[in-house]
């Protein structure tokens, strides 16, 4: 019938693809084991299945009696021997014959008694005890190897992995120049030493200097840290070998470590060079102490990479860079002295660095001449650069769809607003934000400048920190400082509430984001009371006593000297006075500079970060 005919083939096909494709590996692999068992099976029943015909025991007692027998071999449980002449009713006329054993004390007796010949049988007892071993044995091997060809299926055999991977991804010559990375000047700088070190290391160790071994580069995702890594060994023209921190861990516990020990013996052999493993957070996660030793693995990672980086010269010219975004989970031994010793931070871009970013991916694309990359730049506050790279992408792509020539401003506005949608999923700050975050820092750049005898203000950013911050305003010191009048605590205290108050006045409204200078002001004035006596009101007593160390850095649940509950509410008090005289200085110098608070916000908003110069005249 049609129908019939039809649905054969077709099942049939069916079938034979389903074996070529999904079980293609793993059932030419189990029908050798498959294979094996049946060979096993065949011995097994060849070599311990009774020989000849099988009769009862009270029959073998018969013949026995009449003397048919000729020889009998005792097992332990079956007897069997041959007979004078084979048994009238066997089809196959075999003089051998098995009987199951009976218990039977008078057997011996028996068989002596007509002359047979008897043996007991031990010859085939070793062979079935190995193959009772053996056969539970292989169906394990069978299985375990079966399990591990296919999780190692893709590095093709068992010998090879514990050889590090880091050989497929040495490069001798890499194209990645400085100039491909931008918006990360001061990174930039500092790796500059190293790529000097690198192009000619003795010009360093002649004179007894001692070369950094590792550097880290730390910073948001996307913000280039890969990039410069390459860039590093691209203008010192060394090879590179990069690894990610996820690719040493490994299910087996040592293989890890060993592909660290296989790495790092690659490496010397082709110094200099650089090493980089990307992720550090994956593998050098802190250690914990764990009663189930979960971790085995990646500590024993972890501690073979210490102590390769510690056993290591790097006068031979290795060095170990290394990137995360996570610095805060890593194992505090990588970052000490002589192992990841230099920290480079790679943040974000501000609206210059985003302007150059753009230039450098726009290299490749077609832009018509109407693309302003500043308005692109102003608008893509809190974009990394991998986010820019994308955003040009994105534009060309739309552009094609269009069918135009060049990509023009409407595709990178489109763009824009498609990538802001899926970055504020990933917390990028909104406008509203952003206008809250630049008038708190404005508020604490003005009263740091207009108060006198404190640190100038450096720097202020409203670029959002891979970590936490939302901006900040950075005072350098112009030197060092060993002594602090009671004048110079208050004035920093009203620093740190400036920025509160700028948000209370500007906005009418407070956010969350003072937390952090709340505590630090109210230490301050907590310090000035019970420490440095600096209170009229308490008096010039130390009421804390003296700092007690702590046992195993566990704090004590209550840290407080021996003083009365009065005492406490005293203190209270003080603290709560000091915090709102500060309060009341900061609020005085932003409503006298309304204007400036207004005026310096709007600019920082437009430029993201702001040096402590321009700060400075602005407010002149
Ligand atoms: P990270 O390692 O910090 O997560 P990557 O270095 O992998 O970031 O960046 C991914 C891509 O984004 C890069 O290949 C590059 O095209 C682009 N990119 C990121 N940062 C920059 C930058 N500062 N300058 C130029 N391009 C960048
Ligand atoms: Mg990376
Ligand atoms: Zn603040």
Redesign the pocket.
């Known amino acids: 019938m049609p129908e019939n005919d039809a649905a054969r083939p077709n099942r049939r096909g069916g079938d034979r693809r389903r074996t070529t494709r999904g079980f293609g590996r793993p059932s030419s692999s189990l029908w050798y084991v498959a294979v094996i068992f049946l060979l096993i099976g065949a011995a097994q029943v060849y070599y311990l299945a009774p020989a000849g015909k099988t009769i009862p025991y009270s029959q073998f007692k018969d013949l026995l009696k009449a003397g048919e027998v000729e020889e009998v071999t005792v097992g332990e449980q079956t007897l069997s021997g041959t007979l004078k002449q084979p048994l009238p009713d066997d089809p196959r006329q075999s003089k051998q014959f098995t009987t199951t054993r009976v218990d039977d004390t008078t057997l011996t007796e028996t068989l002596e008694s007509h002359g047979v010949k008897y043996s007991g049988e031990s010859v085939n007892r070793w062979l079935s005890e190995l193959l009772g071993w053996l056969i539970p044995l292989l169906f394990f091997v069978g299985i375990w190897a079966f399990f591990f060809r296919r999780m190692n299926g893709a590095e093709g055999g068992i010998m090879s992995f514990a050889r590090s991977k880091a050989k497929a991804y040495a490069e001798d010559e890499v194209k990645v120049r400085f100039t491909?990375?931008?918006?990360?000047d001061e990174a930039r700088e500092e790796l500059k030493e190293i790529v000097e070190f690198l192009k000619n290391p003795k010009k360093y160790t002649n004179l007894g200097g001692r070369i950094p071994k590792g550097v880290l580069?730390v910073?948001?995702?996307?913000?280039?840290?890969?990039?410069?890594?390459?860039a590093v060994a691209g203008e010192a023209h060394v090879p590179f070998f990069s690894l990610s921190g996820s690719e040493f861990v490994e299910m087996f516990v040592g293989v890890g470590a060993a592909r660290i020990r296989d790495l790092f013996q690659q490496a010397e052999a082709k110094a200099p060079c650089i090493v980089f493993i990307?992720e550090l957070d994956a593998l050098g996660k802190a250690r914990v102490q764990s009663p189930v030793g979960s971790h085995e693995e990646r500590e024993q990672t972890l501690n073979q990479l210490l102590a390769e980086m510690d056993g290591f010269d790097s006068r031979k010219g290795v060095i170990i860079m290394g990137?995360t975004?996570r610095p805060e989970v890593l194992d505090p031994a990588l970052l000490r002295p002589g192992r990841f010793d230099r920290q480079v931070l790679?943040d974000k871009?501000d609206i210059k660095?985003r302007e150059?970013?753009l230039r450098?991916?726009m290299k490749s694309v077609k832009v018509s001449p109407d693309v302003e990359l500043h308005v692109i730049a102003a608008r893509t506050a809190g974009f990394?650069?991998?986010d820019?790279?994308?955003l040009v992408n994105e534009a060309a792509l739309l552009a094609a769809r269009l069918d135009k020539t060049a990509v023009d401003r409407y595709d990178f506005d489109l763009a824009i607003d498609r990538l802001i949608a899926g970055l504020e999923k990933k917390r990028v700050m909104s406008v509203k934000e952003r206008e809250i975050v630049a008038y708190h820092e404005t508020g604490h750049a003005i009263v740091a400048t207009v108060l006198p005898n404190l640190d100038p203000v450096h720097k202020i950013s409203i670029v959002q920190r891979g970590f936490g911050a939302l901006g900040y305003t950075m005072q350098l010191p112009t030197e060092d400082r060993y002594l602090m009048t009671r004048k110079d605590l208050l004035s920093q205290m009203a620093v740190l509430l400036a920025g509160r108050t700028a948000e209370e006045i500007a906005l009418g409204e407070i956010s969350t984001g003072a937390q952090n200078d709340l505590q630090r002001a109210t230490d301050i004035a907590r310090a000035m009371v019970t420490e440095f006596g600096m209170s009229e009101e308490m008096g010039a007593v130390n009421y804390d006593g003296a700092k007690r160390p702590r046992f195993l850095d566990i704090p004590f649940p209550q840290e407080r000297g021996l003083y009365g509950e009065e005492t406490a509410q005293k203190i209270d008090a003080e603290i709560k006075r000091l915090l709102t005289e500060a309060h009341e200085s900061a609020r005085n110098l932003l409503r006298g500079n309304r204007d400036k608070l207004e005026s310096i916000t709007r600019r920082l908003l437009e430029i993201d970060v702001m040096e402590g110069d321009e700060l400075r005249q602005l407010l002149a």
Request: aromatic residues 0%; negative net charge.
């Open positions: 491909d990375v931008a918006g990360v580069l910073g948001p995702p996307g913000t280039g840290k890969t990039l410069l890594a390459r990307d990137a975004n790679v871009p660095g150059e970013i450098i991916h990394a650069g991998a820019l790279a994308n």
